[in-house]
């Protein structure tokens, strides 16, 4: 595949040939594994998913806590997505104002703290508060992580990089599961302390990495510190070889482009909350976000994600043993297709991803719902089988779409100016809708079982219309270039090419300057 159909002509052209692969050249193999500190937010956030799952599966957990059920149970499910809408107002504002990384670190010790709080519970009011505030860390883990890695990552490595983030969620769910499918035969309140206290796993291992993380260039740009940007994209793209010397052609053409996209929005002095709505591409990127947001949960995920042990009620299949063993081979199976298809992100392109994702659904989706009522009606095993079947299919082409490109699509699609907020409103928009699911999936599935189903159904046909018409192709573009998909002839992008020196020296970086190490 061509670079150009990867990033785009004007990157393209500046790009080394290196006959070597990532991992056979050191910059770059150095670059990747740093990026696995940000990358494992996501797991910390699937570890949590998949844990209610399996706590919720286990008796000594709901003996322990007198069995909660109903809106009991939603408020329990739905501490952690409250207290995640509550730090988002915080952690768009704080993300611009002191950087990637200090935020990352603050998630992280709040995270932690909330661990020790979650595991040493004596009654559910603990664990619904350490629920609260692991939802409300979990965001200044979650927040800034794709944008150091969207904008750290080397040039042809971006559109993987960061569709790998969200699919590494998988592999937090992979670790919960099977704790507590291991911990199920523990008779004491070990049994779920255990799985709770490795929450804190991911983190940990984030703490012990996070001081050799790089900031982010745009954000060192955006604060007038070009030089340090230079000299961090000089180590990470270029190499040891333009360390010290003049700047790679590579390096050159990047700070380029982001200084002059910065600049001219600061010019435009638009960069606040209101202009996510101010332009036409504004109010499309902001629709994008929400609707992004709002169907990874209202396709008929959140049904399996966090109930599915009542799912499985549903068809017969009730005991502990069988219920934590489908979660955690689920779970694996769900890693392998997302993984699949983020490492095939820029062959297929994110619109055809997205699109066969929303037909997979809806197929899966309708056979579901027929096999349950038909297993619900007569009792058949078969159907029962299928319905199972049928939730393997249905996360297969969920994962291909809602997975790889969940935060890595709205990190692409928002300027520099407003990622932060943009990324913060998608957050907004999926942990509302978890909100507000966890109380209403259990009632709905209580009340009315597999007619339930029915709602996703009609669901999956709105959101794969909308898809369709609102959805475009980023495929082939820079992050700074994206905007002439939006914004059209009004897109603060043009041809840095012709005016490289003058805009690097309007940034204190001389195209030929000595670049200090890092």
């Not at 990874?296 to 934590?324: E, H, K």
Request: hydrophobic share 50%.
């Amino acid at each position: 595949m061509k670079d150009a159909d990867i990033v785009g002509q004007s990157l393209a052209e500046v790009l080394p040939h290196n006959p070597k692969y990532w991992f056979q050249t050191p910059h770059l193999l150095r670059l990747n594994l740093l990026l696995l500190v940000p990358l494992l937010s996501s797991s910390v956030a699937g570890y949590d998913g998949s844990l209610m799952n399996g706590l919720q599966s286990l008796t000594q957990w709901k003996d322990y806590f007198g069995n909660p059920a109903g809106a009991l149970l939603g408020l329990v499910n739905a501490a952690q997505s409250i207290g995640s809408v509550a730090s988002l107002p915080l952690v768009g504002f704080f993300s611009d104002k002191f950087g990637r990384k200090p935020v990352l670190l603050a998630g992280i010790i709040m995270i932690i703290a909330a661990t020790v709080i979650q595991s040493a519970s004596v009654n559910l009011a603990m664990f619904v508060v350490s629920r609260f505030i692991v939802g409300f860390g979990g965001m200044f883990v979650v927040q800034p992580s794709p944008m150091l890695i969207a904008e750290l990552a080397y040039p042809t490595h971006r559109g993987k990089y960061t569709s790998a983030f969200w699919t590494m969620y998988y592999l937090g769910a992979i670790l919960a599961s099977w704790t507590t499918f291991g911990t199920q035969d523990y008779t004491s309140t070990w049994s779920w302390r255990i799985p709770s206290i490795l929450q804190a796993g991911f983190p940990v291992i984030q703490l012990i990495f996070w001081f050799w993380i790089p900031e982010s260039p745009r954000w060192l740009i955006d604060q007038d510190r070009a030089p340090e940007a230079t000299a961090i994209l000089t180590k990470y793209h270029a190499g040891p070889e333009f360390e010290g010397t003049n700047t790679s052609p590579l390096v050159s053409r990047e700070i380029a482009e982001i200084v002059h996209t910065i600049q001219l929005e600061k010019l435009s002095k638009n960069t606040g909350w209101g202009a996510l709505i101010s332009t036409p591409g504004n109010r499309k990127r902001t629709l994008i976000a929400v609707c992004l947001g709002a169907f990874a949960q209202w396709n008929g995920i959140g049904v399996v994600s966090y109930y599915l042990t009542l799912v499985l009620d549903t068809v017969g299949i009730t005991d502990s043993f069988n219920q934590t063993l489908i979660n955690g081979l689920l779970q694996i199976f769900n890693f392998g297709a997302a993984f699949s298809a983020a490492i095939l992100v820029d062959r297929l392109g994110r619109r055809t991803l997205f699109l066969w994702s929303g037909i997979g659904m809806l197929v899966s989706y309708i056979v579901w719902t027929a096999c349950s009522a038909v297993n619900t009606n007569t009792g058949s095993k078969p159907a029962g089988i299928v319905v199972v079947v049928c939730l393997f299919t249905f996360f297969f082409h969920y994962d291909i779409a809602y997975t790889p490109l969940l935060m890595s699509y709205p990190t692409e699609i928002f300027p520099y100016s407003l990622r932060s907020k943009g990324i913060a409103v998608e957050l907004f928009a999926i942990y509302g809708s978890l909100v507000i699911a966890a109380f209403v999936n259990p009632i709905g599935l209580e009340n009315i079982g597999w007619r339930y189903y029915i709602v996703f159904c009609c669901f999956l046909v709105v959101f794969l219309v909308v898809t369709y018409f609102l959805f475009p192709e980023t495929k082939g573009y820079s992050l700074e270039e994206i905007a002439v998909l939006f914004d059209g002839e009004n897109a603060e992008v043009e041809d840095v090419r012709l005016d490289e020196d003058k805009i690097l020296a309007s940034a204190g970086v001389d195209h030929h300057e000595v670049v200090a190490k890092v």
